[in-house]
């Protein structure tokens, strides 16, 4: 049974939208004609299992709010013991949004089909980030889904929430440069070739702060064009070489060696890593299926294949600790952490531990920087808008005093 999204007048020739699960476009046709509607479009919301049927490509998108709601009320679903098709039916028809509706549903359709959900989430991966999905089957292998769902609700929203946070602070720096440039054009515009002319016919040479704003407008107005071109055409190369693997797994490593940025990525990584392979090996998986499981829901790749070479460290008869440590990624107190739950036998609640470390370190750090961020920018903006100024007012001082 597959799931179909459709377009249908009403007896009031209204149209309504919708979606239904079938085993044929033709029996989705007399299910809205027994609704007494009259069936305007019918697009298969899901590949068949032949890869035929696809409409949606790589999927609707869906907005990390709306993902972190989709992963609460599933795994609030799970939790209560309720079958898992019958949870995604659920969370179908609590959304009024009829691209999550059909999301949703073509994910139960393939559920029902066989499928894992994991695979069945790998339909739409615009929806579904690659971690996302990596966690989800590192929790359906450990019979925990509703654990690893919980877990990833609780991430998902906190990214949502550092996302909004971001946000906020950075709406306030937006406005003063918005402002602070449109008076900077009105002054350039209007006010100082005035004072250049009035300066320039009375023989008087105009100050070296002068001549190098009015330099760098000459440059902003004649070659901006070209450097907004550079500017796009540099991002997109960037954004094309991300997507071969070979590129992404260098630009990856040279991330962790920068010195805030790497910081912020090797604790992101951590508590992920952390979170994860905590949830397994407490429910029974070996560890080193457990290690590389956990892995795969990292979202630097230089640090999978970190993983990876201490999966295989640990395979030989190695320490967990031991074989992280090597690596040199790792935070120490991680390290130190995990060495002492594998010498008590407690490594799955030590882990639990340094995963919450972790993410609390990761947020304090974010706090921090969007505390530092705004005053900042006040600064450096304030800054500029007086250099500004007082390149213009240079040269009507020395036009008082020639007068």
């Not at 409409?55 to 939790?79: C, K």
């Not at 260098?250 to 060696?257: A, G, M, P, V």
Request: net charge positive; charged share 15%.
């Amino acid at each position: 049974m597959a799931a179909f999204s459709y377009a249908a007048l009403d007896d009031r020739g209204r149209e309504q939208r919708g979606v239904l699960e079938a085993d044929s476009s033709r029996q989705v046709r007399q299910l809205l004609r027994d609704r007494g509607l009259a069936p305007l479009r019918i697009e298969a919301a899901a590949p068949s299992s032949s890869g035929r049927g696809r409409v949606f490509g790589r999927g609707p998108a869906l907005r990390v709010a709306e993902l972190a709601l989709i992963t609460r009320q599933l795994a609030t679903l799970l939790a209560a013991a309720m079958p898992l098709e019958e949870a995604l039916a659920a969370v179908g028809r609590q959304s009024d949004k009829p691209r999550i509706r059909t999301t949703v549903s073509a994910v139960r359709s393939r559920v029902l089909e066989g499928h894992t959900l994991a695979a069945s989430l790998a339909e739409f991966p615009a929806a579904f980030p690659s971690q996302y999905r990596a966690t989800v089957a590192a929790g359906e292998h450990a019979g925990r889904l509703d654990v690893v769902l919980t877990r990833l609700a609780d991430y998902t929203e906190a990214s949502h929430a550092a996302r909004q946070k971001v946000r906020l602070a950075l709406l306030y720096p937006a406005l003063l440069v918005i402002v602070a440039t449109a008076i900077v054009a009105g002054l350039m515009a209007f006010v100082v070739p005035g004072v250049v002319d009035v300066i320039s016919g009375q023989g008087q040479a105009l100050p070296l702060l002068t001549r190098a704003l009015i330099a760098t407008s000459n440059f902003v107005s004649n070659w901006g064009w070209l450097v907004m071109l550079l500017l796009l055409g540099g991002g997109l190369m960037l954004r094309r070489a991300l997507a071969q693997p070979a590129f992404r797994l260098q630009w990856d490593r040279r991330l962790l060696t920068l010195p805030l940025l790497g910081r912020l990525s090797r604790g992101n990584n951590s508590a992920r890593f952390a979170s994860t392979l905590s949830t397994l090996t407490g429910s029974g998986l070996p560890l080193v299926e457990a290690l590389a499981i956990a892995g795969e829901v990292l979202p630097n790749r230089w640090l999978r294949h970190v993983v990876a070479e201490a999966t295989q460290q640990v395979r030989e008869g190695g320490s967990l600790n031991r074989a992280l440590e090597q690596s040199g990624y790792f935070p120490p107190m991680m390290i130190s952490m995990i060495a002492s739950g594998e010498a008590s036998g407690e490594l799955g609640t030590m882990l639990e531990r340094v995963a919450q470390s972790q993410q609390n370190e990761f947020d304090n750090i974010v706090s921090s920087l969007l505390g530092i961020f705004e005053p900042v920018m006040l600064l450096i903006m304030g800054g500029i808008v007086l250099l500004i100024v007082i390149a213009i007012l240079q040269p009507i001082f020395s036009l008082n005093q020639l007068i």
